[in-house]
């Protein structure tokens, strides 16, 4: 009795993972879920949203230019107070 639950066991802890391998790597099982999820993440192109997306970069850029600047300009006011 013994060997029959151990050779059931060794079944099944084999078969499990090599299942699970066999199943991930069915692409045409996969291949619809795996593009609609894609889209979740990921959406089309929208123009209204990339161009949000352009004019905050911008605003972005523009403000750490500035902070550069001023940063620099009151260096430049003061290179000796630092010594």
């Known amino acids: 009795m ?5 050779i059931f066991r060794m079944m099944l802890y084999l ?3 090599v299942t699970m391998f ?3 790597n069915q692409a045409e099982y996969f291949e619809e ?3 609609k ?3 979740e993440i990921f959406p089309p192109d929208e123009k209204m949203r990339r161009q949000e997306l352009e004019e ?3 605003r972005m850029r523009r403000r750490q230019e500035q902070k550069m600047l001023k940063r620099l300009g009151i ?3 003061n290179p000796l107070e630092k010594e």
């Open 2 to 6: 013994g060997v029959k639950i151990e």
């Open 15 to 17: 078969s499990f993972p």
């Open 56 to 58: 905050f970069k911008e």
């Open 75 to 77: 260096e430049s006011e």
């Open 33 to 35: 879920y795996i593009v």
């Open 22 to 24: 066999w199943i991930s």
């Open 37 to 39: 999820r894609k889209r």
